[in-house]
Structures are given as structure tokens and as C-alpha cells.
């Protein structure tokens, strides 16, 4: 049985960020030119600030070096957080995406673009966005029925939280 360097690089990594608070998201080897690059994704469920890819940088770059893992020719290693349209792909990704809104590929055929409330070892609670005026609706999603989902980027959502600020602002403003 082979194994891809990105498996054994995965195997020898993976203990070292997990040993920073971290899960170890993703590891990819691409060729830039004449370079190689090492893209390490982590992530953990309150996220990962700078302070702490830093930290797990140093950690990785210093065990590469000391493995010689990477061989002798030249690299870049990369390290970062997912990005904000996120994959989802592990039952702990749809755990931290709790109250995102969500594009959902269903297996039977069709999207759906809904809202995760509630995540447990089976599926998902989900609120379907009304359209036109209508109200949102509740849908239960089984894993199964899932074949892919991304996160989609909101830049005017409009949180709970936002209307609670805007209240107390208006009462202020009358007193």
C-alpha cells in the first residue's frame, strides 16, 4: 500500500497541531514555479486567532526540519484557517457552522440555501429563508442527504444582537 506525501506529511503534522489546540484541516503539496509550497489549513471551534498559527508555524517548520520531511529542495510552508466559504465536510465543521447560512447540494438533485440551528449526530435543523415576504420555515436535513454544503458569506445579516443595539440606541436617543 502507497502512501501520498501529503498522507505521510498528514501522520507526522497532525499530532503536533492537535497538540496546539488545533485540528488539522487540510495539508496540500502544490509546485509554484520552481518552488513547492506546503499549505497547512487549521482551524479549532472557537477558531484560530494569529497568535496561534504563528505559534503552530513555528512548531511545523521547526519538525519539517528536524524530519527532513520535505526533502532537500527548496519550499514555502503556508499556514492558515479555512477561508469563509468554507467546504464542509466533517461533522464538526457543520458543529462551528451552527447559525451560518449554508448552500446545500442534496443527493436526490437540487440546492438548498438554509441556515443551521442545531446539529446532532444524525443531521440538521434548519431554517429556510422565506422569499417574498414570506416567513422562514424549518426543514430537517439527514447527513445522508447531503452531498456537498459551503458556507456563503452574508455581508448585511442582520443579527439579533444588531436590532438589541438599534432598540437601546433609540431609547437613548428619545430619553
Known sequence: MSTTQ??????????????????????????????????????????????AIADVSRALSA?????NAMGDAAYDLEV???????????????????GRLVKFQLTEGGELIARILKVDEDGLDVEVPGVKGRKATGRRLGFPEIA????????????KTDDT?????????EA
Open 6 to 51: 501529503s498522507e505521510r506529511l498528514r501522520e507526522l503534522l497532525e499530532p503536533l497541531v492537535t497538540s496546539q489546540g488545533l485540528d488539522l484541516e487540510e495539508i496540500a503539496v502544490d509546485s509554484v514555479g520552481r518552488k513547492r509550497v506546503l499549505r497547512v489549513v487549521v482551524d479549532s471551534d472557537t477558531g484560530a486567532d494569529l497568535d
Open 165 to 173: 443595539d438599534e432598540k437601546e440606541m433609540k431609547e437613548e436617543e
Open 80 to 98: 492558515g484557517t479555512p477561508g469563509a466559504e468554507r467546504l464542509l465536510t466533517e461533522h464538526r465543521h457543520y458543529v462551528r457552522a451552527t
Open 63 to 67: 519538525k519539517l526540519d528536524e524530519t
Open 148 to 159: 456537498r454544503a459551503r458556507v456563503q458569506v452574508e455581508f448585511s445579516r442582520k443579527d
